[in-house]
């Protein structure tokens, strides 16, 4: 049975089952008859939904005799479409966190928490309940389907108002400005996939924007030359290069605050009508205006973005508001903005409901997989507040809870999301729960509504519900509100807290890989800091790694200082998602909590905005050194990451001289691989990826500062060559992911005394893990410095080691590793082919980066063949060896980037 | 005119020359050497704790790291072997030249080289990430016909140093086997037996010279190209490999040039204190010292020209990654060691154009152990300055010292002291059979000269 | 092939001249000798002549060293066909390197050789001292010894005593010397 058939049976299997089945199994009996698809030493695939974030992206669980090992993309799933992000690929070791609750807890008399036993829990439960008096508020991530309508009848039940449901991302100003533009108060579907021209006015959407996973597939149909031959214009306009600007042809470093006056002047430029007044204050030279202006309207459908959490100013909804106006006018609604479309989003509530919620100070607080003390950390909780938590694991919400009732994790869960309504999913568990705990559903007591028929067919069995919405007329033109900027006060730098695509909200920030895998665009692990521009930190006196202290009006963070150029000089930048200060083994005392320096109340519009208030900068005389990756970003003169504008020398005509004259024996395959640097958005799922499939030691920060990470597939950053140097308008930042490049004449090979290193009759630079004896002299003579050394003995705490991927090895201490191109992969194909006497079709073998590719930059395949994909990549005429002139032939063709078009 | 350290030796007898030679050997050692053996074992002992612990947690503690894979380890295997050289160059070269001042350095250069090669090989082995399995780069017979990789410089260095270290040993201790006869002669108790065992029951006959002769210039003549091959092949672990700044032609010559160029340091760096502490004044002579001293310059100046080379090809192939490697070779992160590097071996050197610096005892002392620093930082700066800048910019990153590595490297030093207390008291730190055959050709050549009426009155009386 | 000299003269001197001479004039008698002495010079050794007219050393080094070669170049071969795993591109038997090897295992065997052979002609090690060793021949005197018959070990003395020697004794019914090492 083929895999995709298996899935779908299998999620038939459990649409059937998911509205009775809620409760862990009680007694495990033995199979009489055992199924037939449980095949000893060969994993089985289910499908479910990730929940990592609220875009409810698809997901195919790979489990190997009951352990739940890797998630990859559900191949069928509307949204993501087999593809997953970083975060995703974490999940498995969210349900595997050695941190997790290992039962019920109650807070005692003196304080303490203690352990106790499901009976104690729940009667204590039913007690608060019952004491509350139908003082309860429920704050909970956010739940579409089974759960939601559980927990609205209980709440109901209870004479409790509705759920909150808390995402700190939760879009505020664009679902006012929906309000204001569309007379819907929605979070909508963006359809990038269809837009010819894209302006984002810091909507991070390759990051952490709605659906990035989606938006980051989308975009590269759109905007890569591998997907489409007239590749679509994007334009950034934000005070920060963040990974969604780095991706842009044209970059527009525009005043933090100011963008609402660009998005005017589009929307001026394109309806013929006068500018807005204040244009100065953008630093944005009006030729550049007018050219996106036409731009935009020459390449229609278009699509504009309006502010992302890092830039959602006071002046955010002046923005969102003229872009909602500017798509309207450029005939985008109903195009690429489809206002009618809600996405799960939505139903969240706002933050300033939330804080508004805690003020209140209800009898009983319900805390459900949310933590908004991470974020709002002025808020008060505590008594008379009673707080039952239902959380995995601690966080700064639940640590002040009163009793703690965790829930089973999703991956062990039943359950059911629609990020859409044409996307709904259903979970499945995949393993019997780990520890002793309960699904909440089951805590709440409450049987949820069953689905009809009806909905069971269209959701589930079709797969995709049609999406198409009538257009409804926008609501009155709407009247920008009134704002004006203040000017920066003087000493004070505009703090742009910045989300990234691998912390989230900082709900990942207890995964070991993600925090082991650099960032994308600083390349900094197991670290929060802060951002300034090389110009303002040389004028402070500040050197990268001082710790600085930020005060805000309303707090003070001490961050190590990372330099950038890609930051405005006005600005600092800060990461958020580190800080925690009880989350987690890994997450713990990695910089300053930085939510502390944001206005805790919303402003007079209403809205809280992330991004509203101006720092001062003072020095502290400390020194915490960043654990950055990858320290120089210039390409100078090599030929690293090349664009079709790159200057290049000319290709020897000669093949170069050599001792010998050996042609590899190649008879059945070649294995090689094609990364398309135009594709490559740089989001490192790839690597997160690598570290499940392979099982790739961490060893944690004080090692990655001293360079001894272990990935296989590094993902650096460059800016642009001799040919397209990088210019402040025009960053030209390019992502070069380098797995091993399998080379035919391997420098690493002939070196190994022991033959540890040897190249297999399939092309592979084979590494023999029991016969190596480590002189890493293979590492130092690999010019590409892709092998990984062992420097202790790999340790993964329990229960992480139930992750680890029973086919790949785990290597001792003392022994060099390396991307073997997933190995078992092919080899698992090439025995399935074998033993079905069938032949091996080009995109049989995935390998796990290549499989995750949210861009699908990563083609892998056989170069013997010629009708391979990867075979006719590798002559693409964008095509180029990375060193090849060294005579290294390696397997890896990178495919250039195009030219900037500025 | 002879060279009044021709005709010096004539002042002896043949006995003074075997019972000064032999004192240290046979009085019971002093409390200076007491805790300076003591001082090394503690040296040792450091070592031995760092080592344990690196074998315990795994090669993390060392300060090697991704892209730096080795540092300290191998710099102190090239440096060790670079001593070795000189050694067995001394004594082998000078022995077929007929060099005059050979005797002076020849056994304690040859034990240098042993004690050297003794101590370069134990770094292959401790910087290994498993060296529990150490075994598995020599081509030993095993069930599974699993055999070494010959292409590997690695195990071209295997058969190198095993071989350099056998002939050097055989060499050594068949020239020490007339002198342990005498101390045989002479021993009591246990040390006859030892000295009994190791003399092989040597008479000095002719029928026992005759061979030996023969065999001491044959090997003289296998030990000179072998010298000359080993360094060769180290140097080919680097310039075997694709990375700019070691994959250069120049690596052999310039590599067997930094060696002897070491080693004479290091001969130097050991005989003054020798000479000082057990009073060999008479037979280790200025005018031997400052023989070496001269060889010091000859090398120093290949050396120089070898870096200069460097610096030429690098910037004259026009290649991108060279220039770079060489660029932040002198400028990058390791600028200091570089230029620490640069002017002890090519500009301390140049003191001894000076005769008084060449004549001085502490002014050789000061220089020779400024260059035993310099050709240890040059090995330092070689292989981390290149592996730190490679081809790939994003893939550079450093290396930094921890006190395991230095704590080894300190062990290593240890390692090799000791060994070398233990060789001048237990071995006649000079030949004495050699210089017995200078002092009778001395004596013949006053005889000669004072005939023929050549000498003066004043040095006839003193011969 | 010498005899072995049970019985006979010895001398000691003091002056190696002395010692040169008495000795050249007892090899050109005809007599079986052998000396002692704390010095290895080549002069004297050219002109008393080794035992055997050719010096072996020489010979078994040279073979030594072509056997340590091709037995290099057949193992390196042998081996490499034997676990024949491609790396970085070369073929199987990929001669270069080998050359090195072939290289040190030369001298290796030659230096062996050089060695064993020295040891066989030297007969060395032995276990006892010659009768006529003294202790002082290793430091500063020379030594003679002339293997004769007892009846001509008086004219052998007087002759000894003319050419200079400082004391010149008899060796009779001694089969062996002493031990080299002391007995326990």
Known sequence: MLRRDFIKASTLAAAGAASEACRQPQQILPLLAPDPRLIPGRPQFFASVCRECPAGCGLVVKVNDGRPTKVEGNPDHPVNQGKLCLRGQTSVQGLYNPDRFRQPMTRTARGQLEAIDWPQGMARFQSAVATAQGSIAWVGRLETGTLDRAIRAWLTRHQAPPPLYYEHFSYDTLRRSFQITYGAPIVPIFRLDRARSLISFGADFLETY?????????????????????????????????????????????????????????????????????????????????????????????????????????????????????????????????????????????????????EQRPRLLLLHHANPLYHHPALPLGAPTFTVSFASTMDETTQRADLILPDHDFLESWGDYAPRADAPGILQPTRIPLYDTRPTLEVLGEKPAAYSDQELQRGLAAGVQSAAVAHRAPATPAVAPNVSLAPLPAGEYTLIPFPTVQLFDGRQANRSWAQEIADPMSKIAWDGYCELHPETAKRLGYEPNDVVRLRSPFGTAELPLFVSTWIRPDCVGVLIGQGHSNYGMWANERGDNIHRLQN???????LWHAASVTVKLESTGKNRPLANLQTERLQRDKRLALALSSKEPEPPTTPAASFYHFHHPYVNHRWGMAIDLDSCIGCNACQAACYAENNIAIWGRSSALSHREMTWIRVEIFEGDQGHPSTELNPDLRFLPIPCQQCDNAPCEYVCPTFAAYHTDEGLNGQVYNRCVGTRYCSNNCIYKVRRFNWYTPQWPEPLNQQLNPDVTVRAKGVMEKCTFCVQRITQVELDAATNQRPMRDG??????????????????????????????AADNRGYGLFADENTYPAVTYLKKKARRG | ?????????????????????????????????????????????????????????????????????????????????????????????????????????????????????????????????????????????????????????????????????????????????????????????????????LSLGWVGSLRQKAPFLKLYILLAGLATPLVLSVHTMVSWDFALSLLPGWHEEIFPPYFVAGAIFSGLAMVLTLVIPLRHFFHFEKHITMDHLEALAKLIILTSSIVAYSYASEYFTAWYSGDTYERTAYFLRAFGHYWKPFWLMSVCNVLVPLLFFFRRVRRSLVGLLVVSILINVGMFLERLVIIVTTLAYSFDPGSWGLWHLTWVEAGIVIGSFGWFMTLFLLFVQFAPSLPMAEVKRDVLEAKDMVATLSAAHLLSEETVHAA | MPPDYFVGVCASFADQKLWRAATLAAQDSGQAIEAYGPVADEATMRLLRPHSPQNPVRLWTLLGGMFGGFAAFAMTIWMSRDWPLVVGGKPIVSWPPFICICFEMTVLFASFACMGSFLAYARLPQLTLPAAYRPEFAVDHFGLFIACAPPEAERWQQQLTAEGAQQVWRIENQPRGRLALPTF
């Open chain 1, 210 to 358: 709605i659906s990035n996973v989606e938006y980051a597939h989308q975009f590269s149909d759109i905007h890569s030359l591998a997907h489409t031959p007239t590749p679509a214009y994007f334009l950034a306009v934000m005070p920060r290069v963040g990974l969604t600007a780095a991706s842009a042809d044209e970059y527009w470093p525009a005043r933090a605050g100011t963008e609402y006056l660009l998005a005017q002047a589009l929307l001026a430029v394109v309806t013929n009508r006068p500018l807005p007044a204040g244009m100065e204050q953008c630093e944005i030279p009006m030729d550049l205006i007018e050219r996106a202006a036409q731009r935009l309207a020459e390449n229609r459908p278009s699509l504009v973005l309006g502010p992302g959490y890092g830039n959602d100013s006071p002046t955010a909804l002046a923005c969102q508001i003229a872009v909602n106006q500017l798509n309207d006018a450029l005939g985008n609604t109903g195009q690429t903005v489809l206002p009618d479309v809600p996405h799960a989003l939505t139903q969240c509530a706002t933050q300033a409901e939330v804080i508004e919620l805690f």
């Open chain 1, 844 to 873: 049989d073998i995935q390998t796990a980066c290549e499989q995750t590719c949210p861009t699908n930059a990563i083609v892998f395949g056989d170069l013997l063949d010629p009708a391979s994909r990867v075979a006719r990549l």
């Open chain 2, 1 to 197: 005119m002879p060279l009044r350290s021709e005709i010096e030796p004539a002042r002896f007898t043949l006995r003074e020359v075997s019972d000064e030679i032999l004192r240290p050997v046979e009085a019971p050692p002093s409390m200076r050497y007491l805790l300076g053996l003591a001082f090394s074992l503690l040296c040792v002992a450091i070592g031995v704790a760092a080592w344990g612990r690196q074998l315990y947690i795994g090669m993390g503690v060392s300060g090697v790291a991704w892209p730096v894979m080795w540092a300290m380890y191998i710099t102190c295997f090239v440096f060790w072997i670079g001593i070795a050289h000189s050694g067995t160059l001394i004594s082998a070269i000078l022995y077929l030249f007929r060099a005059k001042f050979r005797p002076s350095f020849s056994r304690a250069s040859e034990a240098m080289t042993i004690f050297a090669i003794a101590t370069a090989g134990l770094f292959p082995i401790l910087h290994l990430g498993r060296a529990w399995r150490f075994y598995w780069v020599f081509p030993y017979p095993n069930e599974r016909r699993i055999w070494v990789n010959f292409r590997s410089p690695l195990v071209l260095d295997i058969f190198a140093i095993s071989t350099y270290l056998t002939v050097s040993l055989i060499f050594w201790y068949l020239g020490m086997v007339p002198d342990f006869a005498e101390l045989r002669d002479r021993a009591l108790g246990w040390r006859r037996t030892l000295y009994g065992v």
């Open chain 1, 600 to 606: 805790p109340a919303p402003l007079a519009d209403g």
